[in-house]
């Protein structure tokens, strides 16, 4: 899959950068998150070879989602929202209007204390 979608990129899919550094320095200050920073070189290619996957998108911004992105070179689709209820809630939502195979999991994110570290960093 990911193969297929990297020969599916053509120079207009990428950027300088800036927003992904933007993004960065926003998460670092604890500052809200902005969508428009969120762009994802395989959006298009990866909606070229599977349209069907923009029905995942339209039932998250139906059931409430203040935006959908896309994760790594898809399929994962994903919002982010302000508490667990409110994620709950579009996920209810976009479980009625989606069929039984699409997986919907509701996260949050762990305390950095939790985290462990295994690179030997």
Known sequence: KTATLYGALSSADFTSGARARQLASD???????D????????????LALHPDL????RAMHDAGAPFVALSGAGPAQYTVVADLAQAREIALRARRALDRETRI???RPVARASL???DGG
């Open 54 to 57: 923009e029905v995942v998108a």
């Open 116 to 118: 462990t570290r295994i």
């Open 105 to 107: 999991l509701v996260c």
């Open 35 to 46: 969508p428009a920073l969120l762009a994802n070189a395989f959006q298009r290619p990866l």
């Open 27 to 33: 998460i670092q200050a604890r500052r809200p998150i």
